[in-house]
């Protein structure tokens, strides 16, 4: 099914509008008043972090592939920062100009990847996940197994990730697994504050509950399922599964990228915006759904 922008930027408009009505509702409730009331400064980063990433995709042309650029530059620059301080032997004076040389290989991999065929970029990404979680498994201690896994996560999925965004018919997949990560975690993110009790990964992301996830995952599906339908044609088997794939997927995203993080000992990676750390705190978990959700797609699965 080919994707039209316009209907997702719709169900992006009713899913905030939707989000609202729930915080104001829980607002004025007395047990969740003083908890739903708290997340209004973070419902507005939600928004900018929305708009900036639904703009492009909106815009497209020069504007997309300057977006993808710049994205690429930055989560490189921070995963290398983080990364570097695993790595002991690497002096200290060199320390600080390995993340600006990465951030420049990144930029430049993103403008290969925008001229990939999204079929090549994506078995490419699958096989060297498979052949470096191998060397992982066979060799846990190796003195470079902290640049594996960064070339694993964020690096091979992000070159994918750019190869989709830059083919027409799939950038659309991207916007619409953006708006439903955000969903996801925004659900999520209120069921654990009102709800949660048992910690999920207490040791690589603490803050989330069995509670939150579970409350988050019933209201995507229950999200897609009737946005899917209205919006987009999209039967409700379907929905189920595009929403399953953004469950686990986004999960992951998340969980990776905070594997790398607690590895180094820092809480966050360099900062973008106040409350959210870095940019690749807000984006890991779209760039493991966007392209398992595009995979999806190209598999007849929407």
């Given at each position: 099914?080919?994707?039209?922008?316009?209907?997702?930027?719709?169900?992006?408009?009713?899913?905030?509008?939707?989000?609202?009505?729930?915080?104001?509702?829980?607002?004025?409730?007395?047990?969740?008043?003083?908890?739903?009331?708290?997340l209004?400064?973070?419902?507005?980063?939600?928004?900018?972090?929305?708009?900036?990433?639904?703009?492009?995709?909106?815009?497209?042309?020069l504007?997309?592939?300057?977006?993808l650029?710049?994205?690429?530059?930055?989560?490189?620059?921070?995963?290398?920062?983080?990364?570097?301080?695993?790595?002991?032997?690497?002096?200290?004076g060199?320390?600080?100009?390995?993340?600006?040389?990465?951030?420049?290989?990144?930029?430049?991999?993103?403008?290969a990847?925008?001229?990939?065929?999204?079929?090549?970029?994506?078995?490419?990404?699958?096989?060297?996940?498979?052949?470096?979680?191998?060397?992982?498994?066979?060799?846990?201690?190796?003195?470079?197994?902290?640049?594996?896994?960064a070339l694993?996560?964020?690096?091979?999925?992000?070159?994918?990730?750019?190869?989709?965004?830059?083919d027409?018919?799939?950038?659309?997949?991207?916007?619409?697994?953006?708006?439903?990560?955000?969903?996801?975690?925004?659900?999520?993110?209120?069921?654990?504050?009102?709800?949660?009790?048992?910690?999920?990964?207490?040791?690589?992301?603490?803050?989330?509950?069995?509670?939150?996830?579970?409350?988050?995952?019933?209201?995507?599906?229950l999200?897609?399922?009737i946005?899917?339908?209205l919006?987009?044609?999209?039967?409700?088997?379907?929905?189920?599964?595009?929403?399953?794939?953004?469950?686990?997927?986004?999960?992951?995203?998340?969980?990776?990228?905070?594997?790398?993080?607690?590895?180094?000992?820092?809480?966050?990676?360099?900062?973008v915006?106040p409350?959210q750390?870095?940019?690749?705190?807000?984006?890991?978990?779209?760039?493991?759904?966007?392209?398992?959700?595009?995979?999806?797609?190209?598999l007849?699965?929407?």
């Amino acid at each position: 099914m080919a994707l039209d922008t316009w209907p997702i930027l719709n169900a992006l408009a009713i899913g905030l509008a939707a989000g609202i009505a729930i915080l104001a509702a829980l607002s004025i409730i007395p047990r969740t008043a003083a908890i739903a009331r708290s997340l209004w400064v973070t419902l507005l980063t939600e928004v900018v972090i929305l708009a900036g990433a639904a703009v492009p995709f909106l815009v497209g042309g020069l504007w997309l592939k300057a977006f993808l650029v710049l994205l690429s530059a930055r989560v490189g620059y921070e995963c290398a920062a983080v990364t570097v301080k695993r790595l002991p032997s690497v002096p200290v004076g060199r320390a600080g100009h390995i993340p600006l040389a990465v951030a420049g290989i990144s930029a430049a991999l993103s403008v290969a990847a925008m001229v990939v065929p999204v079929g090549y970029s994506v078995a490419f990404a699958s096989a060297f996940v498979l052949l470096a979680g191998v060397l992982l498994v066979s060799r846990p201690r190796s003195r470079h197994a902290p640049v594996v896994e960064a070339l694993i996560f964020p690096g091979s999925l992000l070159f994918a990730f750019v190869s989709v965004a830059s083919d027409a018919a799939l950038a659309p997949v991207l916007l619409l697994a953006f708006l439903l990560v955000e969903t996801y975690d925004s659900y999520a993110l209120l069921g654990g504050k009102v709800w949660g009790r048992s910690k999920a990964f207490p040791n690589l992301s603490p803050n989330k509950t069995i509670e939150g996830l579970a409350f988050g995952a019933g209201a995507l599906a229950l999200t897609t399922v009737i946005a899917g339908y209205l919006l987009l044609g999209m039967p409700p088997l379907k929905a189920l599964m595009v929403a399953a794939v953004v469950a686990v997927f986004s999960v992951a995203g998340d969980l990776a990228a905070s594997r790398l993080k607690r590895a180094a000992g820092v809480k966050d990676y360099p900062a973008v915006l106040p409350r959210q750390g870095g940019l690749f705190d807000i984006v890991d978990a779209w760039l493991m759904t966007g392209p398992a959700l595009a995979v999806l797609a190209l598999l007849g699965g929407f």
